[in-house]
């Protein structure tokens, strides 16, 4: 199983991820914890430089692409054939959301590249936790760049996340996060999975 978690700025995955994967441990499920940009070695590093610097919009898509190309081939794909179940913290709806809605470059063209950059494997399964941005926004302890960018461009990535959930929406669970407790979130998405398998 390939499981994604996807949301707008501060809506808490690494915790849900976190206290999921606790959870999975108990259930003596094997499976890793990984995320996007990153999860790999160079992965790793082109994160670094899409966080850290300032660039055109096209460089930071094909970062994003060449990052996740390499974490499907070295960290996802072996994971999934090893029969492992795969948590990753963002992918290929985050592109959509970020450097298409919000960025305003083509969507046929980044659904292109992210079908590229998998093999065509889509994630079996995405959670979208569901918070107001202004709220995300204001849990941020240091902001990086794209919560720098604010409100008015955290609403475009929320309005690209639902175009997403529109058109996948077999692959969709949406996970209320406002006025729960980490534990709430966490137990409404091992409902989702008991029920889901
Ligand atoms: P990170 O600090 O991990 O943020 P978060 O905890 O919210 O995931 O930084 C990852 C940032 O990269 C995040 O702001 C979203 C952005 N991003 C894109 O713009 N495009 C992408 O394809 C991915 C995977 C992430």
């Known amino acids: 199983m390939l499981i994604t978690f996807e949301g707008t700025e501060g809506c ?3 915790t849900l991820i976190r206290n999921l994967s606790r959870n999975l441990e108990a259930l003596r499920i094997p499976h890793i914890v990984t995320r996007e940009p990153g999860g790999s070695i160079v992965a790793e590093q082109i994160r670094y430089l899409i966080l850290h610097h300032e660039m055109a919009p096209l460089t930071e898509l094909f970062l994003y692409e060449a990052a996740r190309a390499e ?3 070295k960290t996802v794909l072996p994971a ?4 492992k179940w795969v948590l990753c ?3 290929t709806d985050s592109t959509l959301a970020y450097q298409g809605f919000a960025r305003g470059l083509d969507i046929g063209m980044i659904e292109k590249l992210n079908l590229m950059a998998t093999g ?3 994630p079996d399964l995405t959670f979208f936790l569901d918070l107001p ?3 995300g926004l204001s849990r941020a302890q240091d902001p990086n760049k794209f919560e720098k960018a604010g409100i008015s461009f955290q609403k475009k ?3 690209g996340f639902l175009h997403s959930i529109r058109k996948n929406r077999n692959r969709f669970r949406i996970l209320k996060v406002k006025n729960r407790s980490p534990d709430q979130v966490c137990e409404a998405a091992l409902r989702v ?4 398998l």
Do not use: A, Q, T, W
């Not at 999934?80 to 029969?83: A, F, M």
């Not at 999975?193 to 889901?196: I, M, P, V």
């Open 12 to 14: 808490g995955k690494s």
């Open 71 to 73: 974490h499907f081939h």
């Open 80 to 83: 999934l054939e090893d029969g």
């Open 89 to 91: 913290d963002r992918f």
């Open 120 to 122: 065509r494997r889509k």
């Open 133 to 135: 941005v202004e709220e």
């Open 157 to 159: 990535v929320r309005k």
């Open 193 to 196: 999975l008991r029920n889901f």
